[in-house]
């Protein structure tokens, strides 16, 4: 099936120097745009990724394509100065790109309305099978003079009808939380990725835009909704180190990726960007 530009350009690289040894590509992050609350402003744009990204990097920048054409990198605040849930598990921060962000303006970008969010509550609107595209970084090539954004395809596997708690290698659990489930293949890079359900014909037979987030599709139109972000996803490694009756694994092994992705849903968004209305803290 052929995506609207849209789907791409609304995403962009977190890099980071956690070492002091140069910046690297670690995950994805999305541009959203939410009504002001003066009508006579501008469109308030939000960047958006995965909360753990944040914690787990430090000196961290945002690359970005531009309107002449090229990547370019700019150093993002840290992590205390953007807007997290009060509820510890939503796996989301958001940080209002505002007059300290000159470097908005150059930037080549869609930003994903909030009214384009899959916002039913009930989980009544989308359901398990249905089609899913998401895009961001691929940590192997990310791009040379410029961002190249993947997308990837999948299912709908499993509704966030219960809530969830991951359990770590020291037997520690996670907060808890909700997710879908999505057959997807997730790897490094694609945290904080935005996830869009496919709404409409199965095939796109022509590419008609009417609006980037809603295109003509021959039969119908199919339209591209906000499901959430990428929380991570499940991998079994391929290496044990047998300790007595204990076993660890070995941190230096690949995982095998097991094909199932955990995507946080987009309503958890919408309420940290409208209900809290967050400022950067200030």
């Known amino acids: 099936m052929r ?3 849209a789907i791409r350009d609304c995403a962009a690289y977190i890099y980071a120097d956690s070492r002091g040894d140069g910046d690297r590509p670690v995950a994805t992050a999305f541009f959203v745009s939410v009504p002001a609350e003066a009508p006579e402003r501008t469109d308030d744009i939000y960047l ?5 990204v944040l914690l787990g990097q430090s000196n961290l920048s945002l690359r970005f394509n531009n309107r002449h054409g090229s990547a370019q990198i700019e150093r993002l605040v840290n992590a205390s100065q953007w807007d997290c849930s009060q509820d510890e598990g ?3 921060a958001a940080l209002l790109l505002d007059e300290q962000c000159a470097w908005l303006v150059d930037v080549s ?7 384009k969010f899959s916002r039913d509550t009930a989980y009544d609107d989308v359901g398990i099978g249905d089609e899913l595209l998401i895009t961001g970084l691929f940590v192997s090539q990310p791009g040379q003079k410029r961002n190249i954004p993947i997308v990837r395809s999948g299912i709908i596997a499993a509704m966030p009808e219960d809530e969830l708690r991951d359990v770590y290698q020291d037997n520690t659990e996670s907060k808890p939380y909700f997710a879908y489930f999505a057959e997807l293949r997730s790897t490094g890079g694609l945290s904080g990725s935005p996830v869009f359900v496919v709404n409409g014909p199965a095939r796109m037979v022509e590419l008609n835009s009417n609006t980037p987030w809603d295109v003509a599709a021959g039969v ?3 339209s ?10 499940w991998y079994k490694p391929t290496t044990t180190i047998s300790q007595g009756n204990d076993a660890m694994y ?4 690949e995982g095998v990726n097991r094909g199932i992705a955990r995507v946080t849903p987009a309503r958890f968004l919408e309420e940290l960007l409208t209900d809290k209305r967050p400022r950067n803290g200030r």
């Open 90 to 92: 939503v796996d989301i």
């Open 48 to 52: 958006v990724t995965a909360k753990h």
């Open 250 to 253: 070995d941190s230096q092994a």
């Open 220 to 222: 119908g139109t199919i």
């Open 109 to 115: 970008y869609e930003p994903i309305p909030i009214d």
């Open 3 to 5: 995506v609207p530009d």
């Open 224 to 233: 591209f909704r906000l499901l959430g972000l990428i929380r991570g996803h």
